[in-house]
C-alpha cells in the first residue's frame, strides 16, 4: 500500500486543478444565491402589492368589522345595488368585491357571501375574512341566545399534553419535530452527497479507461491500490468543494444582502402571511423557548459522531460501487443499466425513513433497514434522535464498515479485469465471470 497516498494526492490535485471543478465550485454557489436573492425579491414585491377590497354588507353585521392592515385596505359601500358594486370595482381595478346579503340567519348567510374578483384571490385572505366573520357572526349568536361569549372563550379548556418517557425525561411534541427535522436532513445530505460525488468517481474512471492513461498506471499500481485512491481522492475533492460552497453562499448572501437591501430569507406571501399569524399567538415565544429546548434535548454528541461514521462508510461504499461501474463500461451511456440496484436501495432508504421512522422510529421495519448495509446509512440517521441504543448503533457501523471493505473487494475484482476491456458491453453474467478471476 505504499502507492496509496501517492494516489490519492494525485486524484485529488487532479480534481481540484480541472478547470470545470474550479469554476462550478465558485460557480455554484453564485447561482444558488442569485436565485434565493431573486425569490426573495419578487416574494418582496409580491408582500408589498397594496390591496383595496370593496365590501357590500347589506347585513349591516360587519359594516365596521373589517380592519385595515399594512398592504389591504377594505372599502365600505353602501346605498349600492351589486350590480352597480361589480361594475364599480372592476372599472377601478380593485381586488375585490366582498358581498355579503341580508339573511334571515348567519346559517343561511353561511352559504350565500360571495367574494368576486377578476382573477383568483388569495386563498390565505379568504381564510382570513372566513374567519372574521364566523368570530363575529357566532359571537352574535351566543349573544342572541343570551351567552357570554366571551365566557365561553374562558372556559375552553385547552389541552397541552406533556410527554415523559419512563425514566423521567420530558418530552414536547416539538421535541418530536425538531428530531425528524435533524434526522432528515442528515438522511437527504447523505443521499445527495452519494448521488453528486458518487457520478464523479464513476466519470473519472470512466475517463481515464478511454483515454487509455490506465494502461499505464497499471502496470507499476496494483488495482485494488488504484481503486482505493481514487475512492478516497475523489471523496476528498467533494468535501474540500462542500466546505468551499458553504463558505462562499455565507459571504455572497451577507454581501448580497448588503448590497442589495434584500432579506434573502423573505417568504413567499402566504409564508408570510403565517408567520404574522403566529407572531400574534400570545405562545409564540414560549414556543421559541420550547425550539430551543427541544433542540438542546437532542443527543447531539451523538448526533455528530454517527453521522460523520456514517457518513463515511455508506459514501465509501457506495463510491466503490460506481467505480466498479465506470470500470465495466466504455461511456456514461451504457452505466444506465448497471445504475438501477445502486439508486433502488438509496431511494427505499428515505421512502423507509420518511414513512415508517416518522410512524414508529422503533419499529420492527425501522430497525431491520437500520441494519442493512445499503439502506443503514439514511435510516440509522433519521432514527438517532429518537434514542436509539449504542449497541444497535456499533452494531450497525460495524456492519456497514465491513460490508464496506466486501464491496471494494467485489469492485476491485471488477476493477481488476474491466479497467482494460474495450468494446464490448458488459452485462451481469461477465460481471460474475470477473469475479471468478
Not at 364599480?88 to 380593485?94: C, P, T, Y
Not at 466546505?243 to 430569507?265: E, H, N
Not at 438501477?340 to 436501495?345: A, D, E, F, K, S
Request: aromatic share 12%; charged share 20%.
Amino acid at each position: 500500500m505504499n502507492h496509496l497516498p501517492l494516489i490519492i494526492k494525485r486524484e485529488y490535485l487532479n480534481k481540484v486543478k480541472n478547470k470545470s471543478f474550479i469554476v462550478m465550485t465558485f460557480l455554484s454557489p453564485l447561482i444558488m444565491v442569485a436565485l434565493i436573492f431573486v425569490v426573495a425579491y419578487l416574494s418582496q414585491l409580491n408582500n408589498e402589492d397594496k390591496r383595496t377590497i370593496s365590501v357590500l354588507d347589506e347585513s349591516g353585521f360587519f359594516v365596521d368589522k373589517f380592519e385595515n392592515t399594512e398592504n389591504t385596505t377594505y372599502e365600505i359601500l353602501a346605498g349600492i345595488s351589486l350590480d352597480s358594486a361589480k361594475v364599480k370595482v372592476e372599472r377601478e381595478g380593485l381586488y375585490g368585491l366582498l358581498y355579503i346579503p341580508k339573511t334571515d340567519g348567519f346559517d343561511e348567510m353561511a352559504d350565500r357571501i360571495t367574494f368576486y374578483s377578476e382573477d383568483s384571490p388569495s386563498v390565505f385572505l379568504i381564510e382570513a375574512i372566513e374567519d372574521r366573520i364566523s368570530n363575529y357572526a357566532t359571537d352574535a349568536r351566543l349573544a342572541e341566545a343570551g351567552i357570554d361569549a366571551k365566557m365561553i372563550r374562558d372556559l375552553r379548556v385547552n389541552v397541552d399534553t406533556q410527554l415523559e418517557s419512563f425514566k423521567g425525561e420530558e418530552t414536547s411534541e416539538l421535541d418530536t419535530v425538531v428530531r425528524l427535522a435533524f434526522g432528515g436532513i442528515a438522511g437527504y445530505l447523505l443521499f445527495m452527497f452519494i448521488i453528486i460525488y458518487g457520478n464523479m468517481i464513476m466519470r473519472s474512471v470512466i475517463e481515464e479507461k478511454t483515454s487509455r492513461i490506465i494502461e499505464v498506471i497499471i502496470s507499476s499500481v496494483k488495482p485494488i491500490q488504484l481503486l482505493l485512491g481514487k475512492i478516497f481522492g475523489t471523496s476528498l475533492a467533494g468535501l474540500t468543494q462542500f466546505v468551499v460552497w458553504v463558505i462562499l453562499i455565507g459571504v455572497f448572501t451577507t454581501i448580497g444582502a448588503a448590497m442589495l437591501d434584500i432579506d434573502p430569507s423573505q417568504s413567499t406571501a402566504a409564508q408570510q402571511q403565517l408567520i404574522e399569524q403566529a407572531g400574534t399567538n400570545v405562545d409564540s415565544n414560549a414556543k421559541i423557548v420550547e425550539f430551543f429546548t427541544a433542540f438542546w434535548n437532542l443527543p447531539l454528541l451523538n448526533l455528530v459522531i454517527m453521522f460523520i461514521l456514517f457518513f463515511l462508510g455508506g459514501y465509501l461504499m457506495y463510491a466503490s460501487l460506481y467505480a466498479a461501474i465506470g470500470a465495466a463500461v466504455d461511456n456514461e451511456t451504457d452505466t444506465q443499466q448497471f445504475m438501477l440496484p445502486i439508486l433502488m436501495p438509496l431511494i427505499l432508504a428515505v421512502y423507509v425513513g420518511v414513512f415508517t421512522v416518522i410512524e414508529n422510529p422503533h419499529g420492527t421495519v425501522s430497525q431491520v433497514f437500520s441494519f442493512i448495509p445499503l439502506t443503514s446509512p439514511v435510516v440509522m440517521l433519521m432514527r438517532i434522535p429518537f434514542g436509539v441504543p449504542i449497541w444497535q448503533q456499533i452494531l450497525s457501523v460495524v456492519i456497514l464498515f465491513a460490508t464496506f471493505i466486501g464491496t471494494v473487494w467485489v469492485a476491485a475484482k471488477i476493477y481488476r479485469v474491466g479497467i482494460l476491456m474495450y468494446g464490448k458491453k458488459a452485462s451481469y453474467k461477465e460481471l460474475f465471470k470477473w469475479l471468478k478471476y
